[in-house]
């Protein structure tokens, strides 16, 4: 006999077959021969939204970019994001309100960076002058993470101010 029925078989055959179904699900840019499996084809999935533009979000709200909100609540609440929306980012200039505590703002390559506010390989993107009047524009031009944080004082912004947050735009 090739092959015995076992009770202890039949939920890791389930199991492996599952995760394996979802793997299959996940790669959505999976050429086949002629025919290709993207999200689009699955039946569960709406259809891309054909009318919608890119949307402008204001960093923090009316709160703008400043020490001690949490922009982590705030990228939560305004989600989703989609690829060529545009993050504004508005803050003073240095000195210019009688304030000594200037912004700025860096992309983090990584999530370990981003978490541990660690600076040696971000890049800065807005200097503490890019802020002001309209503020610092940045394009999500990517489907991909983006990490973003004040780096000024040394990353105590980023650290103990809750100036950091974390988007990932969809595609349309």
């Not at 394996?20 to 084809?41: C, H, Q, V």
């Not at 009316?62 to 508005?90: C, I, Q």
């Amino acid at each position: 006999m090739a092959f015995a029925y076992n009770a202890q078989a039949f939920p890791l055959l389930a199991l492996l077959f599952s995760s394996m179904f979802a793997i299959g699900l996940a790669n959505y840019d999976f050429n086949w021969g002629s025919r290709t499996w993207n999200k689009t084809n699955f039946p569960y999935t709406h259809p891309p939204n054909a009318t919608h533009t890119s949307n402008r979000f204001i960093v923090g709200g009316s709160e703008n970019w400043h020490y001690g909100f949490n922009y982590m609540d705030w990228a939560r609440n305004n989600t989703p994001f989609f690829v060529n929306d545009t993050l504004v980012f508005k803050y003073d200039p240095p000195y210019a309100t009688g304030t000594e505590f200037p912004h700025s703002v860096y992309l983090f390559p990584n999530y370990w960076s981003f978490i541990k506010c660690d600076f040696k390989k971000a890049k800065r993107i807005a200097d503490p002058s890019e802020g002001a009047g309209e503020g610092f524009e940045f394009v999500l031009k990517k489907m991909q993470t983006y990490y973003f944080a004040c780096g000024e004082h040394k990353g105590i912004h980023c650290k103990t101010g809750n100036m950091k947050f974390a988007v990932m735009p969809l595609k349309h």
